[in-house]
């Protein structure tokens, strides 16, 4: 026993603890309940005297009083025969890295996931904490699919899960502070979209992420603070700034290739006839563009068969069209506004395609 707490298992043991499975006997549920046996207990102060709270007390009363969906909260803190302990309620899920490694995450997977263990880390700075600790191990992608930051169980007790995960998400200044836990997320960022630790001279490219997402981390990422972001609210708001522009790209491109394939194709005004064409916008410059663009950075095979793939999604873009017009205007299988919301499916689909061979046409950023 442990105060109310009966232990049932041992989580974790780390340097200067313990982080046990407990069952609080009053209120019935599971904890992970972290017992730090390098934390002394002092006296209390003599009658009339006043001493500041133990360092230990304070976080813990920090935390304690957080609620954010993205952080793993603190239930109860105490002392028991001179020991400190400290319940965390018990997240079920996984590590960030377990759940990518369970199978392959798109980007549209991962962006939800990465700007919500910021939202966490920007509130419990916000609250004057600073976690100290930020790896892959303390993203948790729980069950149900919410995410939040936890992790601070394990290092209260100094447990390290990833000897060099924990190296490379060490900031370089010697005294962690907020901006040390901004470069250690943008470190586990970087790791999850890349599949490599940093390297803030690298310049990859990974299909669907924006290039502005990785220019955000590179300056989350270095090593002097003062070049970082003010705080991590601030890189956060970056981060949806950035998802938000490539959508928005997209969606221009999107209108425009929608008012394109519908004068091409006949499919908008009083004319009854329906006729077959490509969808404009990829013209014989933009393939032969894109062909060089992927061969001299992965090979002329590479570069034919994307240009190759982009003309069948041309083709299949203007053949869907074309079906979409005779089912409503000949065959008078649905309403003409099915068949526009159908029409508008297509020329998306056909943007995503034009939006990809200009993103992969553009010349790398150069280095800094």
């Not at 209390?44 to 009083?65: D, K, N």
């Not at 400190?84 to 960030?96: P, R």
């Not at 924990?166 to 370089?172: I, N, S, Y």
């Amino acid at each position: 026993m442990v105060g109310r707490y009966v232990v049932t298992d041992t989580l974790v043991r780390g340097a200067c603890g313990v982080v046990h499975l407990a069952h609080d006997s009053e209120l019935m549920r599971k904890v992970a309940l972290a017992v730090p046996c390098d934390i002394d207990v002092a006296d209390p102060p003599a009658p009339g005297r006043e001493s500041p709270p133990a360092p230990w007390l304070v976080r813990a009363r920090s935390l304690a009083r957080l609620r954010h969906g993205n952080l793993v909260p603190v239930y109860d803190f105490g002392t028991d025969a001179g020991r400190v302990w400290i319940a965390f309620e018990h997240a079920q899920g996984q590590s960030i890295a377990a759940w990518l490694r369970a199978r392959p995450r798109g980007w549209r997977e991962l962006e939800p996931v990465l700007l919500a263990a910021a939202q966490g880390l920007a509130a419990l700075h916000e609250a004057g904490v600073v976690h100290g600790a930020i790896t892959p191990s303390a993203v948790i992608v729980e069950d149900e699919g919410r995410v939040r930051v936890g992790g601070f169980d394990a290092a209260l007790v100094g447990a390290v899960a990833d000897e060099g995960a924990a190296l490379a998400c060490r900031a370089p200044e010697s005294i962690a502070d907020a901006r040390s836990d901004q470069y250690a997320w943008c470190a586990v960022a970087w790791q999850a979209i890349t599949g490599a630790w940093p390297d803030v001279g690298a310049r990859p490219r990974v299909a669907g992420v924006p290039r502005e997402v990785l220019a955000l981390l590179r300056q989350g990422l270095q090593p002097a603070p003062a070049q970082r972001f003010a705080d991590m609210t601030a890189l956060r708001e970056a981060f949806a700034r950035a998802r938000t522009h490539r959508r928005r790209r997209v969606a221009l491109a999107a209108t425009a290739v929608i008012g394109g394939i519908a004068l091409a194709l006949g499919l908008r005004g009083d004319t009854p006839a329906c006729t077959r064409a490509l969808p404009p916008g990829w013209s014989a410059e933009d393939r032969a563009a894109t062909s060089e663009a992927v061969a001299t950075r992965a090979g002329a095979p590479l570069g034919t068969a994307v240009v190759a793939a982009i003309d069948r999604v041309q083709q299949d873009a203007g053949e869907a069209a074309y079906e979409a017009c005779e089912a409503t205007r000949v065959r008078g299988e649905g309403s003409s506004a099915r068949r526009e919301r159908r029409e508008d499916c297509v020329a998306q689909a056909w943007a995503e395609a034009l939006a990809t061979a200009a993103w992969l046409r553009e010349p790398p950023s150069p280095g800094p």
